[in-house]
């Protein structure tokens, strides 16, 4: 009777175990979180955007323009990764990547509504600082969030345009994203919001020779970049 006892003490065990373990998924790379340093690579799709304020200028003919970005291009964004561990839920990372896109811009005269359009080029090679913001982990993924600020340097602007933007810009950037857990390495999709904290508007326009071109130019007084990037990162 008692080794019927046991027997049964013993199945009842094994049964216990079998349940838990089918509970939890086998982790991949269980350590990974734990190294000091480590690098990646990064590619998405981004759209830039213009928080534009007119001037209210009025010219010699009494018009007056304003402008606006009627809609977004999508670009391309590929760079690098490189990560510091901190603690158990925090990561210091930089992110250089190189940002290929371009904003369409649309000026209107507000009482006949003659409408003047142009494309600018801006290819951004921007370094950010993120501090990388981890919940617990549960089975193969891992959300998180990012706070950092960022700095931007233009490669190549185009002159003698209506709009002029000048070559550099510095904002903060805030995001979300989740590291899918992969038998070789991390997948994690990122969305992730910049907002430009500096005047980009050039205003001192000696290069712009062609005078039709001046009253879109002084038709604007400020202007602020906005960024959002989806990227996947692999690490």
Sequence with gaps: MKKITIILYFALFCCQGILFAQSRKLQNRPYADQRLFHIGFTMGLHTQDLILTQSGYQNENGEVWFS??????????????TDLYLNRSLNLRSLPTLYLGEKYVVFKEQTSGEEYHTQIR?????????????TGRIDNHRPYFILGMYSNIELGSRKRQALLLKPYDFGMELGVGCD???PLFNLAPELRFGFGLIDLLQKDRKDLTDESLQKYARSLSKATQRMITLSFHFE
């Design 68 to 81: 606006e970005i009627p809609h977004y291009t999508p670009g391309f964004a590929v760079g690098m990764i």
């Design 122 to 134: 801006n290819n951004y090679l921007s370094i950010p600082l993120h501090l990388k913001i981890s």
């Design 180 to 182: 899918f857990y992969l």
